[in-house]
């Protein structure tokens, strides 16, 4: 028996159906703000994430899947090398493929307005499972490229936050977190101030804290050893040092935020794991979570993705949330909305010369859009009306040999009970009337 591979998880019926439905919440939600599906492909070239993720992030310098063809894996196995553009990972995130395509189809010309994008799917991240982190998980998420007012950032902030509302989560349930990380003009000189105030701790940090000290340094402040949690307390705080470009920006996003009365907590040691983030970030908590994986989303504002990955300078902003998370965190507070399986119509036969009738009628229900189903394993009358029941059929249709002789068949409500005895003929345009 060969089971799924680590860290993944089958989305079996009743829960792909419940995925199904937070989607087409996401997207009406997003929709309303100008949001479009996107689609881009699950494999990219392995330098678009190394370019725009960072190498020195963990996503990219230890999680990464690397998709190998038979052809390269023959080549690489005979001491060869792979060329560049044939060196392909499993997406680990959403973002930069978005931000790829948008740049190769020119998606934002200069001056259009920006492009507002949603997508939906697996991310992979070879990471060690353990409870809401999976090596294959689904993300919904959103990306606006070709725009730097702080509305957007505002106005994404605020409709992740409906849609968690939407899905079934009170507002005490979750928390939301800001915070600023800067631009190029402030944070460098913000980082250097890090990096001295870990080079003077340095005896007290962990060896993970002491490998990036020199690479990335902000990654400290998500260390959980609580020695380096404690230095990390006292280390300088980015909003004391932002320059007044950001400062403007972010004052004016949380007064939006503020206007459209949406509770926050300004979190300056907030810094995300990707190397992209500039200005905004932000991130949502399941409040009172004991798990260690309590983010249930978060994004922030990239305006230096686009060149990073050799496109020309357009801001951005975006975020993704985890699908996993969420249904945890709903199925413990039993808001998993039920989904179950619906059929209108259940054709049953009580003898089996009426098999390939109800055969064609059950086609010809279908055909005029009523869902139906009929018995395929030779069960007894008595059997197909428990199988209609667990199928939630709302009418079940009798072909009994008596009715079919004289062209009638029965319709039964199966919420009231109610029976009519109908033309053979009629049968659908009844059922039809009755949905
Ligand atoms: P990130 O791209 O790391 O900002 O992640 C965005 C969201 O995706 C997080 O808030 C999580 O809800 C979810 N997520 C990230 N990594 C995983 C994982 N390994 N397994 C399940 N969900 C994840």
Redesign the pocket.
Known sequence: MINAPE?TRDLLPDEAAFWKEFQRIAADEFGKYGYVAIDTPIIEQTELFVRGIGEATD?VSK?MFTAISGENLKTLLGGGHIKGKSRLSLR????AGVVRAVLQHDLVPQGAAPAKLMYAGP?F?A?R?QK????Q???V?VECLGADDPTIDAEGIIMLMRFFERVGFAASDITLLVNSMGCDQCRPAYRELVREHLQAHADDLCETCLSRMELNPLRSFDCKNPDCAAIMETAPRITDHLCDECRDHYSRVRRLLDGAEIAYREDSRLV???DYYTRTVF??QIADNDHA?N?????GRYDRLAEEVGGRAMPGFG????????AIALAERGLMFPTARRCDVFVACATDDARDAAFELAQLCRDQAISTELDHQGRSLKSQFKLADKLNARFVVILGSDELSQGLVKIRNMVNHDEQLVDVQLAVATLGSLM
């Open positions: 860290g996503v999680e680990p995130e959403g973002t991310m991240r990471e499972p809401g982190r999976q090596r998980f689904n993300q998420g995300r794991g990707l991130e949502v994986q983010a249930i989303g978060g994004g975020f993704a949330l985890g699908y996993e998370r969420c």
